[in-house]
Every structure is written in C-alpha cells, then in structure tokens.
C-alpha cells in the first residue's frame, strides 16, 4: 500500500510511503515497516497520528 502522507506523534513527517509489511513483537506491539526514498524504517503503529492513503485515478 502507498501512503501520500504519515505524521508520527514525534512530529516526523514521511510523503510518499510504501507499507512493506507489518509485524507484531510481543514487548513493542506491533510494528510497520516502511520504505521512503530507498530507505527502510520501522515504526511502531501506537506512534502514527494520521495516515493518508494515496489515491491513483
């Protein structure tokens, strides 16, 4: 799934995103992985404020 838009509660901000994948860890919950401009992150999902999926016409 890609994403126009991911605001986390750290104030970070990441456009144009690609979910990868999502796991769950039993001590840190669950966790999404993401690729922006090359670069793999891994974000816990209890950090994301807002998140907006990007529509292809």
Do not use: Q
């Amino acid at each position: 799934m890609k994403l126009k838009k991911l605001c986390l509660a750290t104030g970070e901000i990441f456009e144009n995103v690609d979910i990868v994948d999502r796991y769950e860890f039993p001590h840190l919950g669950e966790m999404l992985r993401i690729k922006e401009e090359g670069k793999i992150i891994l974000i816990n999902t209890d950090f994301v404020l807002t998140a907006e999926p990007l529509y292809l016409e």
